[in-house]
């Protein structure tokens, strides 16, 4: 699945232990818009610069594996880096909202002209990334159709169907604001696509 590097075992996507000093379990699902959403999803809009750390996980029909991720967006410029395991090799994405470089970690660069092509040229998935930018904040992505969405009895988002995609938001922690930090992505026309997402750590300038 990861071009251009020897291809490593497939491993199960495992859940990691969250540290955090709050979090919110999964309970009463509603599909109503909570009062006080509209307020919520304005405060998450403002999350402009922050800094994502965790595992990516993927499963394909033929094909899976995990990496490490480390996101970090600031504005309009975002740097990704991808960390395969058994020193497989590393990817750095850097750009912003018109464009975007991927080194690959034979040096190789090569320059993705549509952000949202980014990871299905690093990990042959077309996982949109302005989607994942705004569904990691707890968001519904402006970028796509909003088919279905849902809400915890926190008022937190659950679940979103988006143009084919399945977004659920599994666990929420944080201090001032609560975000996702596990988000699980499939998709109706693809059954063997499963794509994790585990953060270990979100940090907020």
């Known amino acids: 699945m990861i071009r251009r590097s ?3 075992l497939a491993t199960a996507l495992a ?3 969250l540290a955090s000093c709050a979090t919110v379990k999964e309970q009463v699902v509603t599909q109503h818009e909570p009062a006080g959403w509209q307020a919520a999803q304005q405060q998450r809009q403002q999350i402009k610069n922050w800094e994502i750390r965790g595992r990516l996980g993927i499963q394909t029909e033929n094909d ?6 480390i996101w970090k967006q600031a504005e309009q410029d975002f740097s990704i880096r991808l960390i395969a395991p058994f020193g497989t090799g590393n990817y750095l994405v850097q750009g912003d909202n ?6 690959y970690p034979d040096g190789q660069v090569e320059i993705v002209n549509n952000i949202d092509d980014v990871f299905s ?3 042959k998935v077309s996982l949109p990334v302005n989607a994942v930018k705004d569904w990691v904040r707890g968001l519904p992505t ?4 909003l088919d279905a969405v849902s809400w915890n009895k926190q008022g937190l988002l659950h679940t979103l169907k988006q143009a084919g995609w399945n977004v659920e938001m599994k666990k929420y922690a944080g201090n001032k604001v609560l975000l996702p930090h596990a988000v699980y992505l499939t998709r109706d026309d693809n ?7 585990v953060l270990r750590q979100w940090l907020i300038d």
């Open 121 to 123: 040229s690093v990990l």
């Open 15 to 17: 859940v990691l232990m």
């Open 64 to 69: 899976g594996g995990t990496l490490d991720i």
């Open 142 to 145: 402006k970028t796509l159709s």
């Open 191 to 197: 059954a063997a696509l499963d794509i994790r997402l």
């Open 6 to 8: 020897p291809s490593f």
């Open 98 to 103: 018109r464009f975007a470089e991927i080194r």
